[in-house]
């Protein structure tokens, strides 16, 4: 995996998940 580099797309789709993830927890913890 290391091998790979991160492109762009990638890097975009893999902080799109943590962000997602993220205002869940924060949301929940908001309830």
Not at 13 to 26: D, E, G, Q, R
């Amino acid at each position: 995996m290391k091998d790979v580099p991160l492109s762009p797309t990638v890097l975009a789709f893999v902080l799109l998940i943590i962000s997602n993830c993220f205002m869940t927890l924060a949301w929940y913890g908001h309830l």
